[in-house]
């Protein structure tokens, strides 16, 4: 049986044992923070607030004496805990090496854990997103039924308003649901390696699947043109970050679970995805949230990360497909770095490689490619003005160098980028890189 999150505002039993243990854990973690400040420089959220408690030095200090604060003020810690992107930015720029996103995580779980679930995040994460089967059959039903509810913002960024939402959802511009999932086009693959002698697992993840369909599909097109066998099985789930990144471990250790069950014992090469988010998961926090698993699971993981790889990644370093200088002219396109796959894979000129080859295209590089856009994941569900505020500045940076079209690795970050440049009115495209790889290929 999943494991129970204590009620709201009392952690009982087995349940405090735990959260003391984890306490301990995380003041270890905590001691290497000199409290420099070089965070202050590239966090997003503090550059739109300038509020000290929400750059990572603030909330550092608020863990330090976590125990404490939880029994004073347990609501403010969860609030000021949430108000953070998980970009990765702070870490990837620490002079000490502070291992500030296990830190975070960590801190999350302990809160959650002590506080409980809100009703919404209980109905989301233990009722919906931890059934595969239940999660997709909801949204074919909202997709059948949301021609009631949107009306057309931009046929640029591919947006939509949703007037009789809007007490939900605002005046958030997004793109409706695919009419038809990846997962029903293609539920299964299974295909002997080709010339590359190469054989991938794929997994496309949530929004590739169920929004961005075209981009799961134009990563098939591209391995499957250099002769890349695929193994793609049927039923995959979310691979937990949003289940993780709230402190639901019940939850996310559920979907690890069933994904690495999925995968493991298959033979393939490599498990590719074209999600930055969903890489970072498997290869980065799978691995670092084991220590409630058995060796034989562990060991599984382990095997499952160190395979797991970007799709642009992939196709430059691994298969060293040739990518001849594009000429000059033609369309304007310019790339966001998305946090996941820069600051914490280190993959940044792969993508850029791939787009200064695409004929039609000219590559221009914006201003501040690698700050993050300002979605988060969640962040942006729960602080929209906040990630507003900053997915402003990625919006304006993108409109700097004249951009006919925006390229980026991860499906979240388009989302966000889209609602920026729609709300602002710009013609400008939004597109995955595989997707502009893939209509370009000879």
Same mark, same amino acid.
């Given at each position: 049986m999943p494991e129970r999150? &204590?009620? /709201?505002?009392? @952690?009982?039993?087995?349940?405090?044992?735990?959260?003391?243990a984890m306490l301990m854990e995380l003041d270890d973690l905590l001691v290497t923070c000199m409290r420099c400040g070089f965070c202050m420089a590239v966090c997003p959220v503090y550059g739109a607030t300038m509020k000290e408690s929400d750059v990572? #030095?603030?909330?550092? @200090?608020?863990?330090?004496?976590?125990a404490h604060n939880l029994i004073r003020d347990a609501g403010s810690v969860n609030d000021k805990l949430n108000r953070c992107l998980l970009c990765g930015s702070c870490q990837a720029n620490c002079p000490s090496g502070v291992k500030i996103m296990d830190i975070y995580l %960590?801190? %999350?779980?302990?809160?959650?854990?002590?506080?409980?679930?809100? &009703?919404?995040?209980?109905?989301?994460? %233990?009722?919906?997103l931890r059934r595969p089967g239940l999660f997709n059959a909801l949204l074919a039903l909202s997709g059948s039924l949301q021609g009631l509810f949107l009306r057309e913002a931009s046929k640029y960024a591919g947006t939509c308003r949703a007037p009789l939402l809007s007490p939900f959802i605002g005046d958030r511009h997004i793109p409706r649901l695919a009419s038809t999932p990846f997962h029903s086009s293609r539920p299964y693959l299974d295909t002997p390696s080709g010339k590359s002698g190469l054989r991938v697992a794929f997994f496309p993840g949530c929004l590739s699947d169920k929004i961005f369909p075209e981009v799961a599909e134009a990563s098939i097109k591209a391995l499957q043109k250099h002769g890349v066998g695929i193994f793609m099985p049927a039923g995959q789930a979310c691979c937990g970050i949003p289940a993780l990144a709230s402190g639901e471990r019940a939850s996310y250790d559920d979907l690890l679970r069933h994904n690495l069950r999925l995968f493991t014992g298959r033979n393939f090469d490599y498990l590719l995805t074209p999600c930055g988010t969903c890489t970072a998961t498997i290869k980065e926090f799978w691995p670092?949230?084991?220590? %409630? #698993?058995?060796?034989?699971?562990?060991?599984?993981?382990?095997?499952?990360?160190?395979?797991?790889?970007d799709i642009s990644a992939f196709l430059v370093d691994v298969l060293k497909v040739e990518l001849p200088p594009a000429g000059t002219g033609g369309r304007t396109v310019t790339y966001h770095d998305s946090c996941h796959l820069k600051k914490s894979l280190g993959v940044s000129e792969q993508p850029r490689r791939i787009l200064k080859s695409?004929?039609?295209f000219n590559f221009k590089e914006m201003p501040e490619a690698d700050r993050c856009c300002g979605s988060g994941g969640s962040f942006t569900l729960s602080h929209y003005d906040l990630s507003t505020d900053i997915g402003k500045r990625k919006r304006d940076n993108i409109v700097s160098?004249? @951009?006919?079209?925006? /390229? @980026?690795?991860? &499906?979240?970050?388009?989302?966000?980028?889209k609602d920026m440049l729609s709300r602002s009115g710009d013609k400008v495209e939004v597109r995955h890189v595989m997707e502009l790889y893939a209509a370009t290929m000879y």
């Open positions: 999150a &204590p009620s /709201a505002g009392r @952690a009982e039993g087995r349940d405090l044992t735990r959260l003391s990572t #030095r603030g909330k550092l @200090a608020l863990l330090n004496n976590l %960590r801190a %999350r779980s302990i809160v959650t854990g002590y506080l409980g679930l809100s &009703p919404a995040k209980k109905l989301i994460f %233990r009722g919906i670092k949230t084991q220590e %409630r #698993r058995g060796e034989e699971e562990k060991t599984q993981i382990l095997e499952l990360s160190s395979k797991t790889l695409l004929p039609g160098v004249e @951009a006919e079209t925006v /390229a @980026a690795g991860c &499906p979240a970050c388009m989302l966000q980028i």
